[in-house]
């Protein structure tokens, strides 16, 4: 529904094509933003996206780009200049190598890292380096500090998650958060949301039906909420730092992970 607290704004999500980059995307349109939506490949999801931002009453456009290369990320900041300005980027692109057993170091290669990296770490940082002016200029505009938002893991946190090069590229956007908040202050806000489960493609992707209702029931299980995250559970929290609600948050990490850093609780507990 929409609220138009962000009427004229124009705002840029990498990765939008599915998941949690489509349901920010979203919300963002049904607040008034104009938003860029980003994919390397899945054009057609990405086209999906950009219907439904419409059809919220925004202006959308689709913008082809590998985050991971500095030619992506200035394609999509050239996209952005059209507008003259660049309010919010959602740094939500994000690749993993699955390597669940830890110990087994073979799992993962030099290469593994390096490709984990360059999409989770240097995507973010290369997004900033090309949007930065079009965010100042957004600053001097309106005199509210543009935003920033890192889709970081609670990997990035407890070291758990998908492969131990996932979590240490999620490690890394959580330090560099804090060093670009300071950096790039006050013109820019940037903050991160560190989710834990989010029930997408990630994981539907590499297991039949049966298999993701039994990882998806194991996780309502273990987490203290007892409940297992979608896309839009995420981006509700998500939604906040990119509005005048956080206007005064920035260098913040947010974990929205329904407990699961607390650790097991089972449903005894209750
Ligand atoms: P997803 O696969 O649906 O979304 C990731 C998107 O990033 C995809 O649309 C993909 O095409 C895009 N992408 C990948 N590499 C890219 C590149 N080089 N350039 C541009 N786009 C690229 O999965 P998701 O679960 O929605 O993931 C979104 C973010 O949430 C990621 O950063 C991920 O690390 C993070 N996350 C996911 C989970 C989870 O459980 N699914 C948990 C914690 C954090």
Same mark, same amino acid.
């Given at each position: 529904?929409?609220?138009?607290?962000?009427?004229?704004?124009?705002?840029?999500?990498?990765?939008?094509?599915?998941?949690?980059?489509?349901?920010?995307?979203?919300?963002?349109?049904?607040?008034?933003?104009?938003?860029?939506?980003?994919?390397?490949?899945?054009?057609?999801?990405?086209?999906?996206?950009?219907?439904?931002?419409?059809?919220?009453?925004?202006? #959308?456009?689709? %913008?082809? &780009?590998?985050?991971?290369?500095?030619?992506? $990320? +200035?394609? /999509?900041?050239?996209? @952005?200049?059209?507008?003259?300005?660049?309010?919010?980027?959602?740094?939500?692109?994000?690749?993993?190598?699955?390597?669940?057993?830890?110990?087994?170091?073979?799992?993962?290669?030099?290469?593994?890292?390096?490709?984990?990296? #360059?999409?989770? %770490?240097? &995507?973010?940082?290369?997004?900033?380096?090309? $949007? +930065?002016? /079009?965010?100042?200029? @957004?600053?001097?505009?309106?005199?509210?500090?543009?935003?920033?938002?890192?889709?970081?893991?609670?990997?990035?946190?407890?070291?758990?998650?998908?492969?131990?090069?996932?979590?240490?590229?999620?490690?890394?956007?959580?330090?560099?958060?804090?060093?670009?908040?300071?950096?790039?202050?006050?013109?820019?806000?940037?903050?991160?949301?560190?989710?834990?489960?989010?029930?997408?493609?990630?994981?539907?992707?590499?297991?039949?039906?049966?298999?993701?209702?039994?990882?998806?029931?194991?996780?309502?299980?273990?987490?203290?909420?007892?409940?297992?995250?979608?896309?839009?559970?995420?981006?509700?929290?998500?939604?906040?730092?990119?509005?005048?609600?956080?206007?005064?948050?920035?260098?913040?990490?947010?974990?929205?992970?329904?407990?699961?850093?607390?650790?097991?609780?089972?449903?005894?507990?209750?």
């Amino acid at each position: 529904m929409a609220t138009g607290e962000l009427e004229g704004r124009k705002a840029l999500v990498t990765g939008s094509a599915t998941g949690l980059g489509r349901s920010i995307a979203i919300r963002l349109a049904e607040r008034g933003a104009d938003v860029i939506i980003n994919c390397t490949r899945s054009v057609e999801d990405a086209e999906e996206t950009v219907a439904a931002c419409n059809a919220a009453g925004a202006q #959308a456009q689709l %913008v082809t &780009g590998d985050v991971s290369s500095e030619e992506g $990320c +200035r394609k /999509l900041a050239d996209a @952005a200049a059209q507008w003259g300005k660049l309010d919010i980027l959602v740094n939500n692109a994000g690749i993993t190598r699955h390597a669940r057993d830890h110990s087994d170091l073979d799992a993962l290669s030099r290469q593994d890292f390096m490709d984990t990296y #360059a999409v989770n %770490v240097a &995507g973010p940082f290369l997004m900033m380096q090309a $949007c +930065r002016d /079009l965010m100042v200029t @957004a600053h001097k505009e309106s005199g509210r500090a543009s935003a920033v938002l890192n889709v970081s893991s609670i990997a990035g946190v407890t070291g758990i998650g998908s492969s131990v090069a996932y979590a240490a590229t999620k490690g890394a956007l959580n330090t560099m958060t804090l060093s670009l908040a300071r950096a790039l202050a006050p013109a820019i806000r940037v903050n991160a949301v560190c989710p834990g489960f989010i029930g997408t493609r990630w994981f539907k992707d590499r297991m039949d039906e049966e298999q993701y209702e039994r990882m998806e029931q194991g996780v309502r299980k273990s987490v203290p909420l007892h409940v297992a995250s979608g896309p839009d559970d995420i981006a509700d929290s998500a939604i906040f730092f990119l509005t005048d609600s956080s206007r005064h948050v920035t260098g913040e990490t947010l974990l929205v992970d329904a407990g699961m850093h607390l650790g097991y609780a089972p449903l005894s507990a209750r």
